[in-house]
């Protein structure tokens, strides 16, 4: 039996897509955020739409709280990038498509999406077939975490300047991941240039959230528990800024979803909001 990575869609990574796309498709405008080239790459059956998990009204706090953090990410990109930063490194990239649909804006940096290697190899292969293609600027570093691989030395080895600040971001990754873990992805990011931003989104324990939302996080915790990847990492919005102060960071401050809702979603007549004290963020700063 081989032991390379099969190249497969993650399942987590493919709904997360098909959510930013019913956003798009289902939800009154105006669009938090506009990605339908997930669902391009992800290329589900006709009758995807009638997926339990993709239920329009069961599903809707929760698709809101993905197209809000992913504007979130996508603005804080885009105003680094306006002071000079060229380097922008997603860990867990999934189907992000920043490259593709901010192609203009991705051209001018230095972009790595750093992901296992069988779903990295899949979503090569899929940009390749839909004519997206990989351009130089845009660097896919496979990680096998499990065999013990080092994303940072991986990064170097693709290309990135630690002599330069950069951005690095984190969605939808910390709840998998060991506390340790964490911590040393945190502490491996602390220590970049001067002028280089870290974001990453972080669940909070199931006793805080909204009970609106707990049969839903639930349904999440025993679907992922029972894929083999469960939830094992939940912290207090003060844990996480603790643990960015004492690796090191110069700045740090959570960013609440109430907060992503005053931003995003003011006005709004739907009912459309990401649900309080479920996904949130930290944000810190070297």
Not at 35 to 61: F, H, V
Not at 113 to 142: N, S, Y
């Amino acid at each position: 039996m081989s032991d390379k990575p099969s190249a497969v869609a993650d399942s987590t990574a493919v709904r997360v897509a098909l959510w930013r796309a019913m956003h798009v498709q289902i939800d009154p405008p105006p669009h938090v955020f506009e990605d339908e080239i997930g669902l391009s790459l992800a290329a589900p059956d006709e009758s995807w739409r009638q997926r339990p998990d993709m239920d329009p009204q069961n599903t809707k706090l929760f698709r809101a709280s993905i197209v809000a953090r992913a504007r979130f990410i996508e603005d804080l990109v885009v105003e680094k990038a306006a002071r000079g930063v060229i380097q922008y490194v997603l860990l867990g990239a999934g189907l992000d498509t920043f490259a593709q649909r901010r192609r203009e804006l991705a051209a001018k940096l230095h972009v790595f999406e750093v992901e296992r290697p069988g779903p990295q190899a899949w979503k090569r292969q899929r940009l390749i077939d839909l004519g997206f293609g990989v351009p130089d600027w845009l660097r896919l570093v496979p990680v096998d975490f499990e065999a013990g691989d080092s994303w940072w030395q991986k990064l170097i080895d693709a290309g990135f300047d630690a002599e330069k600040p950069a951005v690095v971001t984190c969605s939808g990754v910390s709840m998998y991941l060991t506390k340790d873990a964490i911590l040393a992805m945190l502490r491996q990011v602390a220590a970049l240039t001067r002028g280089s931003t870290f974001a990453m989104t972080f669940m909070l324990p199931l006793s805080f959230a909204d009970p609106e939302i707990r049969p839903g996080l639930e349904r999440a915790l025993e679907g992922a528990r029972t894929s083999g990847t469960p939830f094992i990492s939940f912290f207090t919005p003060t844990e996480v800024l603790s643990m960015a102060r004492d690796v090191g960071f110069r700045e740090y401050h959570h960013v609440s979803a109430a907060s992503l809702t005053e931003r995003y979603f003011a006005g709004r007549t739907d009912g459309l909001r990401p649900p309080n004290n479920g996904e949130e963020l930290l944000v810190a700063t070297t």
